[in-house]
């Protein structure tokens, strides 16, 4: 059993910052890539950011020189740093986490998210 919760969300005027965690915890043997999905009200989910195991990393272009994504390995948490946030419809930010079990399972687990809104 593997549980995902993030945390950070909440409301920022345009300009602000927020910093987003996502902590796993379970029977976590390991985690591969890490990343970070947006979605707003009736529309689609989308990426935002990734980060694999060692460390490398890429971003949706909307993200790209504002947002960073780190993580802490002895942790199991993930980190979105978002700077320079920008107005727009208020989105749930959700963290996808690709996790090996201590059993020996593999799979792609979502958190429930945490709501981000930019608004003055």
């Known amino acids: 059993q593997v549980h995902l919760v993030e945390s950070g969300g909440g409301l920022v005027q345009p300009g602000g910052s927020l910093s987003l965690s996502c902590a796993a915890s379970?029977?976590?043997?390991?985690?591969?890539?890490m990343e970070w999905y947006r979605q707003a009200p009736g529309k689609q989910r989308e990426l935002v950011a990734i980060?694999?195991?060692?460390?490398?990393?890429d971003y949706a272009d909307s993200a790209k020189g504002r947002f960073t994504i780190s993580r802490d390995n002895a942790k199991n948490t993930v980190y979105l740093q978002m700077n320079s946030l920008k107005h727009e419809a208020p989105a749930v930010y959700l963290c996808?986490?690709?996790?090996?079990?201590?059993?020996?399972?593999?799979?792609?687990?979502w958190g429930r998210g945490t709501q981000v809104t930019v608004s003055s």
């Open positions: 980060i694999a195991r060692i460390g490398s990393t």
């Open positions: 379970g029977s976590i043997f390991r985690i591969y890539n």
């Open positions: 996808n986490v690709d996790i090996k079990t201590i059993a020996g399972r593999r799979f792609v687990s």
